[in-house]
């Protein structure tokens, strides 16, 4: 199939990264053959001999570049491709069996202009280097959930996966996404200027929501992200700094509330409001849905 690649940034992660590949090795026929772009972002860890062991079962490439960022890795494998459907999936998310597939036909059926966001699912491991517990664990399905964060903007969709929210934008998880290279072309390409933590993705869902393109949640798109503890001081600083880049870049009423949605001091309906309204709705009886910031 030459109209889907898979496109994977990784900075180290080996471990991770072995897992993940092994997924691939179990989607579906044709879909265990279709392209995928490993992009090394300058790991010291032995990343490209991960990728050499899957050399014989995976149609994949391998490309090193020095250490720029997630956007930068990502931008380089999207460099690699021509046309049709890119699929991005991170070194530490294992695809579940019809992972390609189920991106793939929502894609013929929904078209270019729409960007397609599968199911996040975390796994919280205490046994972080155990490859036979991990596949165990990840083949029968135990313990692995949607994080509340995901749950959250997930419910911005219709049981079928449509929405018309000004906000869908919020669920572009660059980790388990796929969108089409001719969008790309129309939008642009990741922002390399973000260069920590997260909103890199929510920036490019938020330029294609201007552009007029369309979001969609396929449910049966599933990878399980092999979750592992963050500093939360150190990741709301890299919050604050990318939210600073993101409006100084779009100076709109909803980027500038954006901050204080993630922190939890906004509600996710008050959000949409200032999305619809430029502004929040009183004395108004809305259900009102808040992040977990620990939840990420």
């Known amino acids: 199939m030459d109209d889907i690649t898979v496109v994977i940034p990784v900075y180290n992660q080996a471990f991770p990264l072995s897992l993940t590949l092994h997924g691939f090795t179990q989607q579906e026929t044709p879909y265990n053959k279709v392209p ?156 390399e200027g973000f260069k920590e933590w997260g909103f890199e993705h929510f920036e490019l869902g938020f330029r294609a929501h201007l552009n007029g393109a369309k979001f969609y949640y396929q449910k049966e798109a599933q990878n399980v992200h092999l979750a592992h503890p963050r500093r939360l001081n150190n990741y709301i600083d890299s919050m604050k700094n990318s939210h600073d880049y993101f409006y100084k870049k779009h100076n709109m009423e909803v980027v500038r509330h954006l901050l204080d949605f993630m922190l939890g001091k906004l509600s996710l309906e008050e959000l949409d409001q200032i999305s619809r309204h430029g502004h929040t709705l009183e004395n108004q009886l809305v259900k009102k849905s808040f992040v977990k910031i620990t939840n990420f």
């Open 36 to 191: 995928i772009i490993v992009v090394d972002d300058g790991s010291t860890e032995p990343v490209e001999a991960i990728v050499e062991t899957y050399a014989n079962e995976l149609n994949i490439q391998y490309i090193s570049i020095p250490q720029g960022g997630r956007s930068r890795a990502r931008n380089r494998g999207i460099e690699q491709i021509k046309d049709g459907l890119i699929i991005f999936n991170d070194a530490d998310r294992i695809p579940r069996q019809n992972f390609i597939k189920s991106h793939y036909e929502t894609y013929k059926k929904l078209g270019n202009n729409y960007i397609i966001v599968g199911q996040v699912r975390d796994l919280y491991l205490a046994e972080q280097q155990n490859r036979k517990h991990i596949l165990d664990r990840f083949y029968h399905k135990k313990g692995d959930r949607i994080p509340q964060y995901c749950r959250l903007v997930y419910s911005l969709y219709s049981d079928e996966g449509t929405t018309d929210s000004q906000i869908a934008w919020l669920s572009m998880f660059s980790g388990n996404l796929s969108i089409s290279k001719s969008l790309l072309n129309q939008v642009g390409n990741f922002d």
